[in-house]
């Protein structure tokens, strides 16, 4: 990927981890922002907004750093467990949905006991992650679901895990919903900026009169070389008939 479109990569996440963390703190957030904007008090309400400005930009920033390790840890288990990585995924997967209610109940169920409330959290996460990996199994045609899902579940899995402890249900919305979505949009959306970032580098080559077309080996039998293999074989057969 060149610079240029790595900065738009970038740039795109850290806005939708803005906006996302904004909107929810003006929903479930009332008494910590929105209070003040009801009240017209703006200079208590603009220094809340630029503190979930900052926080979103920082969930943002979480959630590419978890892409970019993603993308080195899938890369090494191709390498290292060959057709048995997927397999490994879907245990890890399980683990990961099991532990995201674990350790909420941990921190916060064992005074009353109803370990139900804390199920919510890995649903949301599991059915948004299938979704996401429904429709980038489509956007790429190829088999990629379960690394998508092990993408969207175990990753942000391994990024709330800090925020869990939480007992403020307003952070815990703010931070999931911007995590979902800055997650799934770097997942469908980094084949188009490679793609673009080939064209870019395939028209500054054409430009520089340096650009070489691929080409791609075909191995080419024709009829006198399968009539000699026949006729060979035929040889074999016959000399050891006489044998």
């Known amino acids: 990927m060149t610079l240029k ?16 963390t904004v909107l929810v703190s003006l929903v479930f957030g009332y008494d910590k ?22 926080y979103g930009l920082l969930i943002a920033s979480i959630s590419q750093l978890a892409f970019f390790a993603y993308l080195f840890i899938h890369q090494m288990g191709q390498g ?5 990585w997927n397999a490994i995924q879907v245990v890890i997967i399980l683990f990961a949905i099991i532990d995201l209610v674990y350790f909420r109940y941990l921190r916060f169920g064992k005074q009353d006991g109803d370990i139900l409330k804390f199920i919510w959290i890995p649903l949301l996460i599991v059915i948004f992650g299938v979704a996401v990996a429904i429709y980038k199994n489509k956007l790429t045609g190829k088999n990629v679901f379960i690394p998508a899902m ?94």
């Not at 479109?5 to 996302?20: A, D, Q, R």
């Not at 003040?36 to 200079?43: A, C, D, Q, S, W």
């Not at 815990?172 to 673009?196: D, W």
């Open 33 to 54: 922002l929105t209070v003040y904007l009801v009240k017209g008090e703006m200079g208590e309400f603009l220094a809340a907004l630029v503190w979930f400005m900052g």
């Open 5 to 20: 479109n790595l900065g738009k990569f970038y740039g795109i996440t850290l806005l939708i981890g803005l906006v996302c």
């Open 80 to 84: 290292i467990f060959k057709n048995g």
């Open 150 to 243: 092990f993408f969207m579940v175990v990753m942000t899995t391994v990024e709330l895990i800090p925020f869990l402890k939480v007992k403020d249900m307003m952070w815990l919305y703010c931070t999931i919903f911007s995590l979902l979505l800055c997650n799934a949009f770097q997942l469908l959306s980094l084949p188009k900026y490679n793609r673009l970032s080939f064209e870019e580098r395939k028209a500054r080559k054409i430009a520089r009169g340096t650009w070489e077309e691929p080409v791609t080996e075909t191995v080419q039998i024709t009829k006198q070389s399968k009539s000699t293999q026949v006729v060979s074989h035929k040889k074999k057969k016959s000399n050891r008939k006489k044998r």
